[in-house]
């Protein structure tokens, strides 16, 4: 069979179109920059309350970008600023968080990178996003994720307003599929039970069967 044509225009991910091939977008080799961007929803109605609470927010709201993974042979973990689990890109898990950014919506937002050369190594990588403090939920928020590798053509997509008291997001789902890397859109709002971090809510959800204790950073 004639191999698979590559594009190399930007894809944006949606509800009816969810997936796409990072060999497709001739993203199979070099660094991948993940990256996590968020606003404040204007709101002009109210000045008074709404506008106040909403700067507040903007100034005091500290996401974190995280990856749960799954390696070939069997290995798990996550890669987080909670506990310092930064990762490494040039050895196990080949997954790296760029630091943790507390100044809120600023123009570079969250980043990690995930060594496309070990792409062999992956089973599953599930990235994901928790609001450590400054808000309640994701509700008046406005997300686009980018995963941009180092030799290919940009995937994107935009979060859905958040309607839900979430503080945990599911971003996007990662899948070795017969050797090539599979991007998946989830952009799935969870709620965490009452006493139930955000990290072991998104274990629950997603099957990876971790154990996990309280962190700090």
Known sequence: APPAAVSLSKVTLTKQAPSVSLAKQGGTSGAMRVNLNWKMR???SGWGSKLGRSIALHADLDLDLCA???LSDGSKG????????FGSLHRPPYIHLDGDDRTGAVDTGENLTVNLDQSQKFRR??????????????ADLHATVTLQPQHGAPVEFSLDEC???????????????????????????LVPDRGVSPQRTIDRAYGWGMNWTPGRK
């Open 78 to 85: 996550v890669v987080q600023a909670l506990g310092n689990a």
């Open 163 to 189: 309607t839900v008291p979430s503080t945990v997001c599911a971003l996007a789902l990662i899948t070795n599929t017969a050797g090539d890397l599979v991007v998946q859109r989830e952009a799935r709002y």
């Open 42 to 44: 204007k709101q002009f």
């Open 125 to 138: 990588i599930l990235i994901f996003v928790t609001i450590y403090e400054g808000a309640r939920s994701f």
């Open 68 to 70: 749960l993974y799954e």
